[in-house]
C-alpha cells in the first residue's frame, strides 16, 4: 500500500507535482486506512452512504432511503471484497482504463509510432476497457480516507497490456449531502498516450428490489444535449461515423424523458447491440456550448436524469465529459448473485435488462479517428495537463411518487 509519505516522495520527484496536488486535492486523511472486516471502506454524508473495495477501486453500495423511507442499494455489487476477484468480472463499479470502451483492430498511432493493445474482445480482433488486465482488474491502494471522502491510487507501468509510457492515477470520492461524486486524475509521466477513463456502475434506482419486475425498463431516462450517437458495427466496434437520434426514434431520449424499453418493439434498435441482442449498448454524444461544459455542475446543467416511479428515487448526472455510454444490462442473464441488502423473495440474481449503466467519457474510439479531433481529450504526456475526469451523482425524493 503506499502510504502519505511515498506520495509526497513521488510528488517532490515528478515534474508534475504541482499540478499534481492542485488536481487531485491529496489532503491526509485520518489515518483510517484499514478496512472494514468485509474489505470495503465506507464514506458518508446527510441522506447517502457508499462503500468501496480496491479492486479496479470500484463502487460496492449505494444506500439511500426511497419516498417511502426504505433504505435502498442502488448499485451492483458483491457482498464480500475478496469477492471481486474470484467472482465473474463484469466491471462491477469499476473504473475501467488505461482507455475504456474499445480500441479498434486493438492499435492506435500517436506521432507516427504505432502502439499494439493486447486484444480480448470478439476473436481477439478488438480492446475492450483496456486489455484483459486493465485498470478494473487491479488491486488500487487506499493512500487517504476520511467520513467523507477515499482516494485510490495506482501506477500503470510503462508498456503494460501494450500501452506507451507509465501512469500514475488518483481516484477520488467523495459524499456530500444526497451526493455522491468522483474526480480521476492520471499523469502519464514518461511518454504520450491515450488515456480515456470511466465509471461502470449498474443502477438500479429501486435498490434491485422491485417487486413487480425484475427489469429496469421502468425506469426514465432523460438526456437533454443527446442528439448524436457513435456508430458501431454489430459487435459494438465504433466504424467512425456519427449518427443522428432522430426525434421520436428509438435513440430519442433528448427531446423529452422516456422510459428505458419504451423502443424495444421497435426494429431499428433490434439487434442494434449484437447478433442476439436487444436494448442498448450505445455512445451518446452529450453536445454542450463552451460555457455550459464549464459550469457543468450547475443546478438544471445534468447530462443525464435517471428515475424511477417505484421507489421515487431519482439521479442526476452532472460531468465534465463528452459522451455517455448507456448499457440496458442485455448481457445479464441471472447468472450473478444480488448482495445481501438487495433482492426480493422471488429473484436474488442480477436478471437480464436489471440494471442501467450510465458512463460518463469521452467520445469512443476517439485515438481512432483523428478526424474527430478529440486529441486534446485522450492523448496525455508529460508534456501536456494531467488527465482530469469529473462526475457528480446527485439524488433525489419524489415523495409523491408512494406506489400501492
Ligand atoms: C481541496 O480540499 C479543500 C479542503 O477539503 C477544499 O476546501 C477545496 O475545495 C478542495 N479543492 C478542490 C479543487 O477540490
Ligand atoms: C434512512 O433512514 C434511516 C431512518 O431515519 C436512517 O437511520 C438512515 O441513516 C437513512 N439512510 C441513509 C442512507 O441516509
Ligand atoms: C481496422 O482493420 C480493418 C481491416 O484491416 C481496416 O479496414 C480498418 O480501416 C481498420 N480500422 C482502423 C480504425 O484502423
Ligand atoms: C469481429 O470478428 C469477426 C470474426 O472474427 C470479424 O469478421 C469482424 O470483422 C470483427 N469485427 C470487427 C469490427 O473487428
Ligand atoms: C476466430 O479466429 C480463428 C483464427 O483466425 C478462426 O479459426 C475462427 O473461425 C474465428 N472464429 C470466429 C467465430 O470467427
Ligand atoms: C488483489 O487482492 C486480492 C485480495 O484482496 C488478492 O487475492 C489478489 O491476488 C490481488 N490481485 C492482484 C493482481 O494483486
Ligand atoms: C413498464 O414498461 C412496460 C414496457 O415499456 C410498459 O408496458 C408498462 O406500462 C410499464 N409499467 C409501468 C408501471 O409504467
Ligand atoms: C428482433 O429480431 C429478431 C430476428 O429478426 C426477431 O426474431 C425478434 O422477434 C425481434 N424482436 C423484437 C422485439 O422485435
Ligand atoms: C451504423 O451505420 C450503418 C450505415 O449507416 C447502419 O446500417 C447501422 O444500422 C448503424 N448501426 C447502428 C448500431 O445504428
Ligand atoms: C450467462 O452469462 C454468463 C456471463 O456472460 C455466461 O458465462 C453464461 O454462459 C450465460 N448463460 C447463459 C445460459 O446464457
Ligand atoms: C413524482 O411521482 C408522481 C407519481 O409517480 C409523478 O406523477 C410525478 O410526475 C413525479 N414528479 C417528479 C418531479 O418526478
New binding site residues.
Given amino acids: 500500500m503506499l502510504s502519505l509519505t511515498s506520495i509526497s516522495l513521488l510528488l517532490s520527484t515528478m515534474a508534475t507535482a504541482q499540478q499534481l496536488t492542485s488536481y487531485c486535492n491529496v489532503t491526509g486523511g485520518n489515518g483510517d486506512n484499514n478496512p472494514a472486516p468485509d474489505g470495503k471502506y465506507t464514506i458518508w454524508s446527510e441522506g447517502i452512504r457508499v462503500s468501496f473495495v480496491p479492486y479496479g477501486a470500484s463502487i460496492s453500495n449505494l444506500f439511500i432511503n426511497d419516498s417511502r423511507g426504505i433504505e435502498r442499494d442502488v448499485v451492483y455489487g458483491f457482498d464480500e471484497a475478496w469477492m471481486y476477484t474470484t467472482g465473474q468480472h463484469g466491471y462491477w463499479g469499476a473504473v475501467p482504463g488505461r482507455y475504456a470502451n474499445r480500441i479498434v483492430n486493438s492499435t492506435f498511432t500517436i506521432d507516427g509510432v504505432p502502439s499494439h493493445i493486447i486484444p480480448n474482445e470478439n476473436n481477439s480482433t478488438d480492446t475492450l476497457h483496456g486489455g484483459p488486465d486493465g485498470w478494473s482488474y487491479r488491486n488500487f491502494s487506499v493512500v487517504a480516507h476520511t467520513d467523507s471522502s477515499i482516494t485510490f491510487s495506482m501506477t500503470d507501468p510503462a508498456g503494460d497490456q501494450g500501452f506507451p509510457g507509465e501512469v500514475v492515477a488518483f481516484i477520488t470520492y467523495t459524499a456530500a449531502p444526497y451526493e455522491w461524486r468522483e474526480r480521476m486524475v492520471a499523469i502519464p509521466t514518461t511518454e504520450k498516450t491515450p488515456i480515456m477513463l470511466s465509471s461502470h456502475v449498474y443502477w438500479n434506482l429501486d435498490g434491485y428490489a422491485n417487486d413487480q419486475t425484475d427489469t429496469a425498463l421502468n425506469h426514465t431516462l432523460y438526456m437533454p444535449y443527446a442528439g448524436m450517437r457513435t456508430?458501431?458495427t454489430t459487435t459494438q466496434v465504433p466504424?467512425g461515423?456519427l449518427?443522428t437520434n432522430w426525434a421520436d426514434g428509438p435513440f430519442d431520449f433528448w427531446t423529452q424523458p422516456r422510459q428505458v424499453g419504451y423502443a424495444f418493439d421497435q426494429p431499428e434498435l433490434n439487434r442494434?447491440c449484437g447478433p442476439t441482442c436487444l436494448g442498448y449498448n450505445v455512445c451518446f454524444l452529450t453536445q454542450r456550448q463552451e460555457a455550459e461544459k464549464e459550469a457543468w455542475e450547475q443546478t438544471g446543467a445534468q447530462v443525464a436524469t435517471l428515475r424511477s416511479a417505484w421507489s421515487g428515487i431519482q439521479l442526476d448526472v452532472f460531468t465534465d465529459q463528452d459522451a455517455l455510454q448507456i448499457y440496458s444490462c442485455n448481457n445479464q442473464n441471472g447468472s450473478v448473485p444480488l448482495k445481501a441488502t438487495q433482492g426480493t423473495p422471488t429473484n436474488s440474481m442480477l436478471q437480464h435488462w436489471g440494471c442501467v449503466v450510465i458512463e460518463v467519457e469521452d467520445w469512443i474510439a476517439g485515438i481512432n479517428y483523428p478526424e474527430w479531433k478529440r486529441e486534446e481529450e485522450q492523448i496525455f504526456g508529460p508534456g501536456t495537463q494531467p488527465y482530469v475526469l469529473e462526475a457528480t451523482y446527485r439524488f433525489s425524493i419524489n415523495q409523491t411518487a408512494v406506489d400501492d
Wanted: glycine share 0%.
Fill in positions: 456508430n458501431v466504424t461515423t449518427d442494434s
